[in-house]
Structures are given as C-alpha cells and as structure tokens.
C-alpha cells in the first residue's frame, strides 16, 4: 500500500513543481543591438508593392525617397536636395543630392531616380501599365532635364497639387530586382536576413549620407500578438513596442519602459448612412451628436486614451486639422430629444448598427452608444458580422443603416476628405453636399498651401454643419520604449524610425 | 445504500439547478439594475453594498447581468436539447425500426458526424452560418442528434421483438402510427438519462463557444459570454470572473447530479 | 487467424469508409459558405479582374468535384495549398502549431493516468469509506468544471499566490524545452481534470469488480500480497476499460485544448482555427477540420482493435 501513496505524492509534487516553473527568464540586450517587437509576419519587403502598416514600419529604415517625412508629419528633402512644383500644379521639379550611396556601394545618380518613379507610375517598358504607387497613375513622363542633369521632371497628365506626400516613394538603383529577397535602398539601415515567424534583422548602414546611426543592429521581433509582446516587454526581451493598448501599458513597470502616446491617425466614427430614412435628417444625426457622450465611450473602449473628434480629421494631420470644431458637442439629453422631436420622431426609433465582430473596440463602442441612446428613444439593436461580409455589404455595397469602423488613411489630407465627395467610391456614409464636391474638386488645382489650407477647413466646417455623420475618437497607442533608450520619435502614421534611436551613456 | 445515494444526488441536484432557475425566474420580473445601462464612471467597481458582484468596465452591475444571462444559458441549452431530441428521435427510430439499408444509411451519417470532434463540428457549423444565439442552437442540436438517434435506434430494436408490436403489425397498424403511439412512448425511460446529460454537455459547449466570442453577441449574455467579456479583466477584474463561472458551475453540476441520481436509481431497478 | 485477419480487414474497410465520408462532409460544408475568399484577400478595392484572376489561381474557378479531388489528393500529400489569409501553405502553418497541441496532449494524458489511477486503486480499496467517499464526491464536481472556467480561475488564484506568475507566458520548444514544458503544464492540468475524474471513476468500478471475482480471491488465498495482485492480476485485467477510457479522453483532450489555448494564449491549433475562422481562411479551416477529424477516427479505431484484442470476447461479438 505504501508504494501507491508515493506514486501519488509523487504526482503531487510534479504538479505543483509545474505551477512554480512559471518565469524566471531574463533577456538582455547585447550594447549596440535593439528589439523591436512586432505583430505581424512581414509580407514584403519590395518597396513598390508593400501595403501592411507593419510592412512600412520596418522599410522606411531601409528605403529613402526623394522627400522624408519628420515625426512632426512635414516633409522635408530627402534623397531631394530641394523641388519645385509648376505654378499650373502639373510639373515638379526634383533636384537630386550628390555624394548618397546605395547599400551595395553604388552611387545614386538621377538615372536610379528616373528609374525608381518611372517604375512606380507603370512607365517602364516592361511593366503592365498600372501605376504600382495608384496615386502615379496622373503622371504622364519622367525624364532628366535637358539644361541640368541632376535635376528630375515630373509631367502630370492633368493639374494636381496634392501629389507631393507620395513622391517619398522609394528611390532604388536602376534595374535592381526589389521583389528579391535582398532589399536595396539608401536608408541608414541594412536588410540583414529575415526568418520565419522569428525576426526581421537589419545592420547599421555606416556609409549613410546622413551619418552612420548610433546604434549597430536593429531585430523587428515577431510576436503572435499585443499579449506575446507584452509579455517579453515584462521579460525584458524587447527594448521597443510600438502598439500597446492603454491598460496592457499600465502592466508595464516605470523603471524599466517609458510609454509613449501614440495618436494612432484614425478616425473612429459612427458612420450613419445618410440615405436612411430617419438619419436622412440632418435634425437627426445631429441629435445623435447631441445623446452620447465621447469621453465615456473612450473610457470604455479605450481605458481613457483616445482623442475625442467632432469632425473627420484627427489633431494627429497637424495644421489640417480644425481645432475651432473642437467640442462642438457635448452631451445634452434635452436637446437631443427636441432635435428629435423637431424632426419627428419624439419617441425615437429602432436603428440597426452593423458592426464588424473582430474589432472589440468597435463592438465595445456600440454597447455603449446602444446604452446611451437609450435614453433619447433610438432603440439601437446590434448586429454583428465577419469582416469580409462587412467590407461587401457595408462598405462596398453600403446596404446598411449604422456602423462603426476606424477610417485610416495616407498622411495627406485630401486622402481623408476625398471620400465625401458624393461620386467617391469611398463615402459609404452617402454624404452628398454640392458645395463640398465643388471644394473637393478645387483642392488639386490649388498650388499655395495656406489657399489649401482655408479650403480644408472650409470643408470640415460645412460637413459639422451639416452633421454628416457621428465621429468618436481618434483611438491612441502605446509605445514603450526601454528606459535604456533615447531618441526615439513617435511619428503620426506607420514608421518605426530607428536612426534617432540610441542608448543612454550612464 | 443506493436509494439513500440516489436520493442524494437528486436533492443536491435539484437544490443546484433550482438556484438558477430561481435567477432566471426572478430577472424576468425584477433585476437590481438595468443589466444594459452602460455606467462608465463606476466601471470596474470591486463587490459592494450596491453592487454586491460588482461592476464590469461598462459600470453594469454583474448581479443583474449574471441574472440576465440565466435566462440564455437555460434557453439555449433547453432548445438545443429539444432541437436534437426531435432529429434523433426522426431518424433514430425508423433506423431501429425498419433496419436495413435505412439503419444503415442513417447510422453511417450519425457516425460521420461523432467522428468530427463536438466543440470543433459546433464552431464550424456557426462559422458557416455567422455567429448568433439561434446559430448555436441549431449547431449545437445538430452536434448532439446522433446521440439521441443511436438511444432511440437501440431502445426501438429492443421494443420492435415486444409481442404487442407485432400484434399491432398483424392488426395492419401503419407502421408511422406504430412508430409514434406505440414506440415513442416507451423510449422516454432510456431518453430521461441522456436529455439531462445532453444539457450539461450543451451548457458546457455553449459556455466554450460563448468564451470564443462564437457563441451569444451582445447585447445577449449567457455565462459563457460574460466570461468572454472578462477575459481582459481577468486580474484586475476577478469578480467578473468568479460570479459567472460559479453560475455555470452550479447549473452543470446541478444537472450532472441529477442525471447521476437517475444512473443510480435505474441500475438498481435493473438489479 | 483467419477469423483475425478477417475482423481486421472489414475494420479497416470501415475505417476507410468513415474517412472518406468525413472528408466529404468537411468539404461539402466549406464550399456551401457564403463569403469569398478571394474577396477578403484583395479588400474592398478590388477590381472584377483582379478577383477573377486570384480565383483562378486558387482554384476556386473550377467544378467542385474537381476542387474536391485536388484537395483530397492535398490532404494525404500534405500539400493543402496556401493560406488564404496568412499567404504561407497550410501544412506548414499546421506544423508550426503542433507542437503545443501534441505537447498538451501528451503532458494532460501524463496527468489522467498519473493521477487516477493510483487515486482509483487507493479509493477502491476500502470502496465507501471515507476516502472513497471524498474522492467520489470530488470527482464528480472536477467532472463539472469546464476546462477552460478551470483555467480561468486557476489564473486568476495563481496571479494572486505567486508574485511571478504570468499568464500567457510562452517559450519554443527549440529555444527552451523545458521553459516550453513548463509553461504548458497548468493548461495541461486545467485540461486533464475532469478527464482524471472521468478515468477515476471507470477506473474504481473496474477495480471493484475485478476485487471480489474468484480468480483474486484465490490469489488472496494463495497468501499473494495486495500489491502483487493489484499488478499482476486487477489491472490488467481492468485494461479493456482503460485504453478505452484513454483513447476517449486524448480526444476530448484534443478538442478541450482548441478553447483553454485561448485562455493561456498559446499559439497551438485552436488559436490557429479561431484566426482561420475569423478570416474565412477556407483553405486552412478545411485542413485543419479534416485533420482533426481523421486523428480522432484514428484513435477510435486503436481503441476498438486494442480492445478486442486485450478481451477476445468483444470480437466475438
């Protein structure tokens, strides 16, 4: 009998030396070497077709364009000593910097630049035509000037004004294969090698035109999610993690992380379709505007840390942004009942809000307006569906009457506006206003910034006034960042920028 | 001993699922809050006077969710339960009745469908058919209707040998009549067991589904959904945790007792 | 012999059978759900051509009797295609998970068979006394506990207990084995719990029953100790009961870790088909559904001919 009671002691004690083996593991980082943890398997690493963000993140390390933007958003020269653009807006001009070397020891000549937009625009000999960057469809040659060989022409086929943003589009040398798995660009970063469902390792690029950077190595870990990443933040695993939520940031210890805001430039809004019978009426959208309270929505879904938005551009465009709408709306029952009452419906009325299930942000949200309401009579009943049904019947079909998405776009305001003109293939929300087409329409043939400028918000100010539609917030990140570390810049779009990074001299 | 055993089990047993039933009765009438009124600024409230379960991160009491999500948990599994119930029984007993190639055809479909893991089939079927309450009532009757055939098959073969039935055969009685008055109703001893048991392992899936996020959507709860909603909470938030999770517990048990009374009492008639 | 071989081949031929139909079943099912995968791929932005052509490139253009062939020669050749949502080819995305799946699988049957059975031997000792009664009692409120609540608040009292506790905590096996044992093993329990009362429970009554035949009492009377008896003549005697009981709880071990995955965030099948299903990634959901599907018919199957072969009686009939 004895002998059975010790196989069961033995279990015992198997079991609860399990439970002990819980994390005794630390990690350290070699001096010169910093871990950047990511969450997505990398796609490509080939500038011309890359789309996923966490693609972006890891390239703008590698690859350099004509213009660069700063953490601030602006764009300054790049791989451009300067430019100009055509009073008539369908000409710039690119003056390009000497003495840049490429990462095979190359030097880069007006030739690459040539080379590099006209593969981008669809208008090298062998390629099908289609403009890989979309935006490059518009243009119509790409060739050295005649009188000055270091200077680049850019023909559009028609006037636009809102092209700049794209040419940071990147520059490689002529005729290198960029869908090789050897990337090739000026930026002060190498591509080391890539492994599966591991990590992305890139080298210090020492001949960088701009100075060598400090530190030696840079690894982009691939964790499987925010969970995994903040877990080998906790280990000490990973010196960088760029998107944390709010209440996984407030796990991490103060000594060890700095935690960064992050306005992540979206916009969550509460898309009411706006060729739905009772939303139809501005009255009635603007008494939504009126019943919910933003701030609680953000405490709710995003543990306090979103900006509320009144309108669809978020502070994080910078000077695009209209701060003049900033809280047009604050929560008032009453008045949201007599706009309701005024339009007709005193009793309020059902609404369906279609919301995408994989995005607990946005379920969450729409729990929380359903609540709220409530209280003016919309009786808001939820439906969930999966993302491919969502981005067909909601998006691209529009046969819906309410949801909630975040609207993300390029870092370029005419890419967040364009969609409410009325003939976009974007605006899901059906806004129609003649005066805002017409602005819409102006906005390429507008040469001066500050003309643009006074159009945008323009803009912005008849779509509040017309209550297009119900923004929310625009959501922010988290970035921790090892305390070891400084110099590292948050930038308002995707782009983990890994020169200014350095580690603390003690 | 086994009378006094089986009383037991089904005195705890009744005690347990009559705990439940007594949430959901009550929150048809009366919970202590709104259990949809979103409250941001208490969110996240530890158990107290007011909210004796606490508050989860809406600020919505937990008491009256837990007692507003009785009412989906006992719901699914009872219609479930039916659901499968009514498909075993329709093609259970012609199986057992007429033999052949229809048992054959029949059983081969059943087997097919025991084959395929339960939790996994379940998930799959409401992929298919997008996630809602209703979805998962049919996925999981559809999950647990071979069950309930292979019961009827076998009760039905052991009743078709009865003197009466093939006197009611001899009489020209048609055989669906044959199969509704006379067979039906003898086979609820040999279905008793497995329905209560079918609703705890329905309970049990539909909680695991409903934690997956496949299951009930909000604003419905079961006990299963309010621990999904937990999931990030879960150390800071353990009430949110706990309270469901005691529920969920108390109803399997409840049933698993009661059908263990049933075992008890039957394998001592048949003694 | 003959009568052997003769049991064996029409098994198999069932077996072949039940895999066919399962795989058509699995394949019928993907094909009638609504949503296109080309369409989740390419995004809201996608022209009418550009669909078309991704569909024939996936295949998706030709008949379905064709599609099925295909897939099933993919099936046996572990040649599945490519992911539709993760663009890598299936098989390889299934392996990659396996090793948590298998490792659960593996350390949760340890558990089962580690724990129950000593418990049941010591509980069928002295059937009704207090220690049968505790255990008796215990068990059937382990059997209640759904694995993934279990997992639930076993975080939640660890966290509380040990100050370096972390949930979710995740090592490769090739990196660290035993860090990758270590952080499977609470999942593994949380898993293996009600299938230990489950074991314990068969296992008692098997005990019981085999205590008081005749064969034991003559090996009493033959002056064998207990424990000799136990090894030499209860178990395995109880075997037919157990490897039954086994190959059920490995599948209902299979199918429990799928959802307590989630809860310790583990990067294993169920995380895998929970990705897969969120977006419509047929081409892996199919895989992974049949694969699934086929092990645990397997396992059925080990348990039906090791049964029978451990008792010939069950042949026989």
């Not at chain 3, 993919?74 to 799946?101: C, M, W």
Request: negative net charge; charged residues 15%.
């Amino acid at each position: 009998m004895r002998s059975f009671s010790k196989i069961i002691t033995a279990s015992v004690l198997i079991a609860s030396m399990a439970f002990g083996l819980a994390s005794c593991k630390s990690g350290s980082t070699s001096s010169g070497s910093v871990t950047v943890g990511i969450t997505q398997e990398p796609g490509t690493f080939d500038p011309f077709t890359v789309v996923a963000a966490g693609d972006q993140e890891i390239i703008f390390n590698i690859y350099e364009g004509l213009l660069k933007y700063d953490s601030k958003g602006n764009l300054n020269p790049c791989l451009a000593k300067d430019y100009e653009i055509s009073d008539s807006a369908d000409v710039y001009t690119f003056t390009v910097r000497d003495g840049v070397k490429f990462q095979n020891g190359q030097e880069l000549t007006p030739n690459d630049v040539v080379y590099s937009l006209q593969k981008a625009a669809g208008l090298l000999p062998d390629s099908d035509g289609k403009a890989l960057v979309s935006a490059f469809a518009k243009v119509k040659t790409v060739e050295l000037t005649k009188d000055d060989p270091s200077k680049v022409r850019v023909t559009l086929k028609e006037p636009d004004s809102e092209l700049l943003s794209f040419f940071t589009c990147a520059i490689v040398p002529a005729e290198y294969d960029t869908s090789s798995k050897d990337p090739c660009g000026t930026g002060p970063f190498k591509f080391e090698n890539y492994s599966i469902s591991q990590n992305v390792t890139l080298s210090a690029n020492k001949d960088y035109w701009g100075g060598a950077p400090a530190i030696d190595k840079v690894v982009f870990k691939i964790c499987a999610d925010m969970d995994a990443g903040l877990l080998e933040l906790q280990s000490g695993t990973i010196d960088i993690f760029p998107h944390l939520t709010k209440d996984r940031a407030d796990q991490l210890s103060a000594d060890a992380y700095n935690i960064l805001d992050n306005s992540s430039n979206m916009v969550q809004i509460f898309a009411l379709n706006n060729k739905v019978e009772e939303l139809s009426n501005p009255k009635v959208r603007e008494a939504i505007n009126y019943a919910i309270d933003r701030s609680d929505i953000i405490k709710v879904t995003m543990d306090g840390a979103g900006v509320a938005l009144y309108a669809p551009m978020s502070p994080a465009m910078g000077k695009w942004y209209d701060s003049s709408l900033d809280g047009k709306y604050s929560k008032d029952i009453d008045k949201a009942k007599s706009l309701l009452a005024e339009a007709g419906y005193p009793d309020g009325f059902d609404l369906k809000v279609t919301v995408p299930s994989s995005y607990l942000v946005h379920v969450n949200t729409a729990v929380e307006l359903a609540s709220e309401l409530s209280a003016v009579g919309i009786k808001l009943k939820i439906e969930q569906i999966d993302w491919a049904t969502w981005l067909d019947e909601v998006y691209s079909k529009r046969n819906y009457e309410s949801t909630v998405i975040c609207l993300t776009s390029d870092y370029a305001p005419y890419d967040v506006i364009q969609r409410y003109a009325s003939d976009s293939k974007d605006n899901f929300i059906n806004y129609s206003n003649k005066e805002v087409d017409e602005l819409i329409k102006k906005l390429p043939l507008t040469p001066g910034e500050d003309e643009k400028l006074t159009i945008y918000h323009q803009i912005l100010n008849i779509m509040a006034e017309d209550n297009a539609s119900c923004y929310i917030q625009d959501p922010q990140e988290m970035v921790a960042v090892s305390t070891k570390l400084e110099g590292y810049n948050v930038y308002p779009m995707y782009i983990q920028d890994m020169y200014t990074v350095k580690f603390k001299t003690a | 001993m086994k009378t006094a055993s089986s009383r037991i089990f089904f005195i705890t047993g009744y005690i347990l699922i009559g705990i439940i039933f007594a949430l959901f009765i009550v929150s048809i009438f009366w919970t202590p809050y709104d259990p949809n009124m979103t409250n941001p600024a208490i969110k996240l409230t530890p158990p107290c006077a007011e909210h004796l379960f606490g508050t989860d991160n809406f600020g919505r009491d937990t008491l009256s969710r837990v007692m507003y999500a009785s009412k989906y948990t006992i719901f699914i599994s009872f219609a479930g339960i039916a659901i499968a119930l009514a498909l075993g029984l329709v093609t259970g007993i012609p199986a057992g009745y007429y033999g052949g190639w229809t048992d054959r055809g029949i059983m081969l479909l059943s087997n097919s469908i025991m084959c395929f893991p339960g939790i996994l089939l379940a998930l799959v079927a409401v992929a298919v058919a997008g996630p809602s309450m209703y979805n998962v009532v049919w996925a999981l009757g559809l999950v647990f209707a071979p069950t309930f055939a292979r019961v009827c098959r076998i009760g039905t073969m052991e009743l078709k040998q009865r003197d009466y039935i093939t006197h009611a055969k001899v009489m020209g009685i048609s055989s669906p009549r044959i199969m509704a008055v006379h067979i039906l109703p003898n086979l609820t001893a040999s279905l008793l067991p497995a329905t209560v048991i079918g609703l705890a392992n329905m309970t049990l899936f539909e909680s695991g589904m409903s934690y997956l996020g496949l299951g009930v959507q909000p604003p419905d709860a079961s006990f299963g959904k309010l621990l999904a909603d937990a999931q990030s909470y879960m150390t800071r938030a353990p009430w949110l945790v706990i309270f469901p999770s005691l529920m969920l517990i108390i109803y399997i048990l409840g049933l698993y007792f009661v059908s263990e009374g049933i075992r008890i009492k039957s394998s001592k008639g048949g003694n | 012999m003959g009568r052997k071989t003769g049991f064996l081949i029409s098994k198999i031929l069932e077996l072949l059978a039940t895999l066919i139909l399962v795989s058509l079943l699995t394949f019928v099912a993907f094909s009638v759900i609504p949503g296109d995968t080309a369409q989740v791929i390419l995004g809201p932005d996608a022209s009418q051509a550009q669909l078309d052509a991704l569909r024939a490139e996936l295949g998706l253009d030709k008949p379905l009797i064709v599609q099925y062939l295909n897939w099933l020669i993919g099936l046996f050749t572990f040649n599945l295609g490519k992911s539709a949502a993760f663009g890598v080819p299936v098989s390889g995305l299934i392996a990659e998970r396996l090793p948590v799946t298998i490792g659960m699988s593996i350390i949760a049957l340890i558990f089962v068979i580690g724990i129950s059975y000593p418990l049941s031997i010591l509980s069928a000792r002295r059937p009704g006394k207090i220690l049968d009664q505790v255990f008796s009692v215990l068990g059937h409120v382990l059997f209640a506990i759904p694995p993934f609540v279990l997992s639930l608040l076993s975080i939640i009292a660890a966290t509380a207990l040990f100050s370096g506790f972390r949930a979710g905590q995740y090592y490769r096996p090739e990196d660290d084995f035993a860090g990758f044992v270590g952080c499977l093993m609470l999942p593994s329990f949380c898993i293996a719990l009600p299938k230990i009362a489950m074991t314990f429970k068969y296992m008692r009554s098997s005990i019981i029953e085999q205590s008081s035949s005749e064969y034991v009492k003559n090996a009493k009377g033959h002056g064998l100790t207990d424990f000799r008896i136990m090894v030499k003549h209860i178990l395995p005697n109880s075997n037919v009961s157990a490897i039954t009981v086994i190959s059920i709880v490995l599948s209902d071990i299979l199918a429990g870790s799928l959802i307590v995955e989630q809860v310790f965030n583990l990067p294993g099948l169920g995380r895998l088909l929970l990705a897969g299903i969120a977006r419509r990634d047929f081409p892996l959901l199919s895989g992974m559904v049949f694969y699934i599907a086929f092990i645990t018919v397997l396992l059925y199957f080990a348990a039906d001919i090791l049964g029978s072969i451990a008792d010939p009686r069950i042949r026989l009939k």
